[in-house]
């Protein structure tokens, strides 16, 4: 089989990680959630008292950051400067801030850079806002997952209330919303379905009906 690079895009919760972990599984190939690395740096730069629209003391602070992802059963831990932040990049804080850090030219461009290393060798499936349209222009399978806000808010609220965390569904919907839109208006590589991109609305599909029709893609390319 072809060592296929696998782009999956979309916006807030709508199932991308999910699907691409599984899909990487089936390949055994690697699985790199983009999101975590700039969840990383927020992580780090609220920790650290970064002004989050300071894009000079980001810059710097990204340059002296190390962000490991490693494969792991639960499907990827993610180390920063060497320390396992896997549970404290989901929270509250760091999803209500990433998106004011990812709008900044040089933090993007330097992820990018370290996406691309990533994704050199092929066999992977990446999933981000902007995979298809420049981490991986190139890929030979790109799908842009899509789900109404509602839908994945829901979604969302089940997942957190089975981990036992608390849960708002109405507060959800409001965040969801708006990190989709600064997310989609920002000047920089914006949330964007990439031109050749396979769209898949997952609102009213199973998880598993979203893998098999990326898998029937993988099948044509193989
Ligand atoms: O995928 P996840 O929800 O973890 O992504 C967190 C945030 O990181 C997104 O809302 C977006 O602001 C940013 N992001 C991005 N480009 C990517 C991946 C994530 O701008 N490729």
């Given amino acids: 089989l072809k060592k296929l ?5 979309g916006p807030a919760a709508a199932g991308k990680s999910t699907v691409a972990k599984i899909v990487a599984g089936k390949l055994s190939y690697l699985y790199i959630d983009t999101g975590a690395m700039y969840r990383s740096l927020t992580y780090k730069a609220l920790s650290s008292n970064v ?3 300071d894009e000079n003391a980001l810059n710097q602070l990204l340059s002296e950051t190390t962000i490991e992802l490693e494969p792991s059963e639960v499907g990827q831990l ?3 400067d060497g320390n396992d932040v896997t549970d404290e990049i989901r929270q509250a804080s760091v999803t209500n801030s ?15 850079k370290r996406q691309q290393l990533l994704a050199k060798e092929g066999a992977v499936v990446m999933d981000g806002r902007d995979i298809g349209t420049h981490v991986i222009p190139d890929a030979e399978i ?7 806000v509602d839908e ?9 209330l089975s981990k036992g965390y608390p849960s ?3 507060q959800l919907k409001g965040e969801i919303a708006r990190r989709d839109k600064i997310d989609s208006e920002r000047e920089v590589a914006p949330l964007k379905k990439a031109e050749d991109a396979t769209e898949i609305d997952t609102t009213s599909l199973s998880i ?3 893998v098999d029709q990326i898998m029937l893609l993988v099948e044509r390319k193989g």
């Fill in 78 to 80: 993610v180390y920063l």
């Fill in 51 to 53: 002004d989050l629209h």
């Fill in 142 to 148: 790109k799908v842009f997952l899509l789900a109404s």
């Fill in 98 to 112: 990433v998106s004011h850090v990812a709008v900044h030219s040089g933090v993007r461009e330097e992820m990018v």
């Fill in 152 to 160: 994945r808010a829901q979604r969302r609220h089940e997942e957190n």
């Fill in 5 to 9: 690079r696998i782009a999956i895009d």
């Fill in 168 to 170: 708002d569904l109405e």
């Fill in 208 to 210: 598993s009906e979203v």
